[in-house]
Structures are given as structure tokens and as C-alpha cells.
């Protein structure tokens, strides 16, 4: 069973927003946010190669269900232009996507497939996922991801639902700054992910990271909205991200990535 409660024998760093720590600064992404996450809700709201040739996967033939990806939140139905995926599996996702590849972000590598999405590729910004739980998930990776590097506020404006929400993480990340990363790309972190809840509108998954120097993991649950023919991320009213920190001994009860 997974440990909802509050991950223990953190540090005063843990009670930090994530954007003024150091971890988040010096991280490979998301990796080490959950080092230092876990009081966070408490308190407030790079180029590399692909793991494929081209690192910009070719779109899928579009589907009959394109016609039904409804635009929650005031979205619309269409999906934007040259985003077309299959979004016949609406079933929570019990295994990673046959196809996916681990691709460079910063110092982190991200899981993307040619399937699920993203599908296009502008400088921060990865886009077009599927219209289905898995394309949530891929989805709240690559977003959540892209807050740790230069571009943030690209990949805020287009893919964070806008509110009160996208406001205050707005103002918090503005005032920490661009602080680029570096290092070796390392597909190390993510370990898994679960979905919670979900309906064509609205998204809520669990994610879970390696801890690097120790033998456990890290959890966090991160909310994904459809709007404007894709996944867009849902931050709470007062800016946060990522919700239930929580540090775990094992991957059991998720969906692993693998190798």
C-alpha cells in the first residue's frame, strides 16, 4: 500500500517552497523535488539526445475518437493543429506504454511515446497527448518536468490552466529566477506513477521517484485538466504543484517504468 501520510525525518530544506531550495535548483528535474518536498504543500501553493533517433516522434492516424476529446474547463473540442492521437483506451493504465523512450530534458530524461504523446516538440514545450488516462500521465511528467529549467514561463502560459492557481506559482517561480542546471542526463528518476481518479475532464495520478543516496522512493500526486485539446496542468489556488508528499520503501501498488 502506498503512505499517503507526511514523509519523515525531513530536514527544515523539506519546509521550503520548492523553487527556493537548492535541490530544486541543482536537480535532474523532478528527482530531487521530492527530496525536498515534503512539507511543501503545508506552505504554499537543455538539449540532449532523444532515446530516439529524431527526438520528435511522428504522429499517429487520427482516430474516431478525436471527435469525443472533449475540452474541459471551458476547452474547446478541437485539437490543435496537427494533433491527432488514438484515444480508444480509456482504461487506468496497468503497464507503461510499449513504445515509450526515455528523452533529455535539462539533466533528467522524461518519458515520451510515439503513441501517447507528446507529439510535437517546441523548445519547452512538448505537446499533444493522448485524449486518455495514459496521455495524463505522460503528460504530468513533461509539464512538471519543464518548471525546473529556463522556458518555465512558456511552458506556464501554455500548458497550466489558467486561475488563481497559474498566477501564484507565476509570481513564486518569478521570484527564484532562470537558475539552469547541468550534468549527465540520468533516467535514474522516475521510477512509476498510479492514476487515482479519472474522467475525460480531469486527471488526478501519483508519481514515484528513486531517493538518490537511499533505499526508498518518494511520492507525490500531481492533478492534469483537458483543455484546449490537450492535458494542461492544475496547480491549486495558491500555486501548488505536486500534493501528498510522502516517502515510501518500495514500488508496490504502481505501474514501473522499468529499465
Known amino acids: 500500500m502506498l503512505n499517503s501520510g507526511r514523509s519523515q525525518g525531513g530536514s527544515g530544506e523539506w519546509e521550503q517552497p520548492f523553487w527556493q531550495q537548492r535541490g530544486w535548483i541543482l536537480s535532474a528535474g523532478f528527482l530531487l523535488v521530492l527530496l525536498v518536498l515534503a512539507g511543501f504543500t503545508m506552505l504554499s501553493g537543455g538539449d540532449g539526445k532523444s532515446a530516439n533517433a529524431s527526438g520528435a516522434p511522428d504522429p499517429q492516424p487520427a482516430s474516431s475518437a478525436d471527435s469525443d476529446s472533449g475540452g474541459g474547463s471551458g476547452g474547446s473540442d478541437a485539437r490543435p493543429a496537427g494533433c491527432r492521437t488514438d484515444d480508444s483506451d480509456q482504461a487506468k493504465p496497468t503497464v507503461a506504454p510499449k513504445d515509450f523512450t526515455w528523452k533529455a530534458n535539462g539533466t533528467g530524461l522524461v518519458p515520451v511515446s ?49 486561475g488563481a492557481g497559474r498566477d501564484a506559482l507565476v509570481r513564486s517561480r518569478t521570484a527564484e529566477g532562470d537558475k539552469p542546471t547541468s550534468g549527465t542526463p540520468d533516467a535514474g528518476g522516475y521510477a512509476g506513477f498510479t492514476v487515482l481518479s479519472y474522467d475525460k475532464e480531469k486527471t488526478t495520478l501519483m508519481v514515484v521517484v528513486r531517493i538518490a543516496g537511499k533505499d526508498a522512493y518518494g511520492t507525490a500526486s500531481v492533478t492534469m485538466r483537458w483543455q484546449d485539446g490537450d492535458w494542461k496542468l492544475a496547480p491549486d489556488a495558491d500555486g501548488t504543484v505536486y500534493s501528498g508528499m510522502s516517502q515510501v520503501s518500495g514500488t508496490s501498488g504502481f505501474v514501473t517504468w522499468g529499465a
Open 114 to 162: 510515439k503513441t501517447v504523446g507528446p507529439l510535437k516538440y517546441d523548445g519547452p514545450v512538448w505537446s499533444c497527448f493522448a485524449h486518455t488516462p495514459m496521455g495524463a500521465v505522460m503528460a504530468a511528467h513533461s509539464i512538471t518536468d519543464h518548471l525546473s529549467y529556463q522556458g518555465w514561463r512558456k511552458v506556464v502560459d501554455q500548458q497550466v490552466v489558467p
